[in-house]
């Protein structure tokens, strides 16, 4: 039916949510009269989405999920969710050669661990509701890596890869695990690349050109939706046609 593709009337958790992704995703939900907890570390950002949205549907939340205190507000939260979109995160391009412990940890502590940790700890105090979804953004660079992007490419890799043990874990409870991976998309994460590697050549490589952030949360949300009602541990491309070349 095409209602189902509808999302209204639903409280939903999204990280990373003041900038790129995830804050188209919380302007769609709102403009469907959803309830919104947006969660980002950027304070600055996260201001200015409380001016733009301007909505009694909006809360907003200051911190990192890598701080377990972070965490523990969000458990906190007054209601229960009906879905989770996992944005946060971060990028650093390093040759291989000169990755360093503390790298990696900060990699795998911001694009891994916490989004997992926050995840696990939701449903083990039962605050997604039955039928829920739960979406983790990971990447085209968990499936087409490039050179220096080594970190970044096994954190993302791991997200999509725990995706499928958590879909089975949660699915007697009716609630839906799956993961996006986005092509090269218009963001303030791509600008910082820019300014480290060339992107013509990346550019080139996506048939339908570089993605918008619309082009991933219009996705983010059919997933959320009753619509996506029979998909769960799956990982769904969105790169403009670059894994077809």
């Known amino acids: 039916m095409i209602n189902d593709f509808i999302i209204s009337g639903g409280i939903y958790l999204v990280t990373g949510a003041a900038s790129g992704i995830g804050k188209e995703v919380v302007r769609l939900?709102?403009?469907?009269?959803?309830?919104?907890?947006?969660?980002?570390?950027?304070?600055?950002?996260?201001?200015?989405?409380n001016l733009e949205m301007s909505s009694d549907l909006?809360?907003?939340?200051?911190?990192?999920?890598?701080?377990?205190?972070?965490?523990?507000?969000?458990?906190?939260?007054h209601d229960k969710f009906d879905g989770v979109v996992n944005?946060?995160?971060?990028?650093?391009?390093?040759?291989f050669k000169f990755i360093k412990e503390e790298m990696l940890k900060e990699m795998d502590?911001?694009?891994?661990?916490a989004p997992v940790l926050l995840n696990s700890s939701l449903l083990k105090?039962?605050?997604?509701?039955?039928?829920?979804?739960?979406?983790?953004?990971s990447s085209i660079m968990s499936i087409i890596s490039t050179q220096t992007n080594a970190i970044y490419t096994g954190t993302k890799a791991?997200?999509?890869?725990?995706?499928?043990?958590?879909?089975?874990?949660?699915?007697?409870?009716n609630i839906r695990v799956n993961s996006v991976s986005p092509g090269f998309v218009k963001t303030p994460m791509l600008e910082y690349i820019s300014q480290q590697t060339e992107l013509?050549?990346?550019?080139?490589?996506?048939?339908?050109?570089?993605?918008?952030?619309?082009?991933?949360?219009?996705?983010?949300?059919?997933?959320?939706?009753?619509?996506?009602?029979?998909?769960?541990?799956?990982?769904?491309?969105?790169?403009?046609?670059?894994?077809?070349?």
């Open 29 to 49: 939900l709102i403009a469907s009269s959803n309830k919104v907890l947006a969660v980002d570390r950027d304070k600055v950002n996260l201001g200015l989405l």
């Open 58 to 77: 909006l809360s907003t939340l200051h911190g990192d999920i890598t701080n377990s205190q972070t965490r523990d507000q969000i458990i906190n939260y």
């Open 87 to 95: 944005c946060a995160g971060i990028i650093k391009l390093i040759p």
């Open 109 to 113: 502590r911001n694009n891994y661990e």
């Open 125 to 137: 105090k039962g605050k997604i509701n039955r039928g829920g979804s739960i979406v983790f953004l």
């Open 158 to 173: 791991a997200l999509a890869g725990v995706t499928k043990t958590i879909a089975l874990e949660v699915a007697p409870l």
């Open 200 to 245: 013509k050549i990346a550019e080139a490589n996506h048939p339908l050109g570089l993605g918008e952030p619309s082009d991933v949360a219009n996705a983010i949300l059919f997933l959320l939706s009753n619509a996506s009602r029979w998909i769960t541990g799956t990982n769904l491309i969105i790169d403009g046609g670059y894994c077809a070349k």
